[in-house]
């Protein structure tokens, strides 16, 4: 499957800003979806995670009520509603994917075989 990532941008602290993740491909498979994001000279972190029929999802103590992961399998895109957006949400973000696992959060990058090129999200103070 290929991911292709967009909607990031400059924006201000306090703003909302959506993400976008487009599958294509092998997309007739079951993928538990994620979006990490990296900051320079960091490792990449998980953001949030969604499983395949989208009733369950992650989300990292820091984006916890602020973020929101969401899924629609019919168009096959992933999405992320991120709100009250501060300084250090600035980063590079990617989503990426694994064949679903069950009730297993799988949280570390190495855990993923697909990934999108990441979009770039600033957040200004």
């Known amino acids: 499957v290929q991911l292709q990532a967009y909607g990031g941008g400059l924006v201000q602290a306090g703003d909302s800003l959506t993400l976008s993740c487009a599958a294509s491909?092998?997309?007739?498979?079951?993928?538990?979806m994620g979006w990490f994001r990296q900051s320079p000279k960091k490792e990449r972190r998980i953001v949030a995670l969604?499983?395949?029929?989208?009733?369950?999802?992650y989300y990292v103590d820091s984006v916890r009520d602020r973020f929101t992961i969401s899924r629609d399998n019919a168009k096959n895109t992933v999405f992320l509603q991120m709100n009250s957006l501060k300084p250090e949400d600035t980063a590079v973000y990617y989503c990426?994917?694994?064949?679903?696992?069950?009730?297993?959060?799988?949280?570390?990058?190495?855990?993923?075989?697909?990934w999108g090129q990441g979009t770039l999200v600033t957040v200004s103070s």
């Open positions: 491909g092998r997309t007739d498979r079951a993928y538990d």
């Open positions: 969604i499983k395949w029929g989208g009733g369950a999802s």
């Open positions: 990426a994917a694994r064949l679903q696992s069950g009730t297993v959060w799988y949280t570390e990058s190495r855990s993923y075989n697909y």
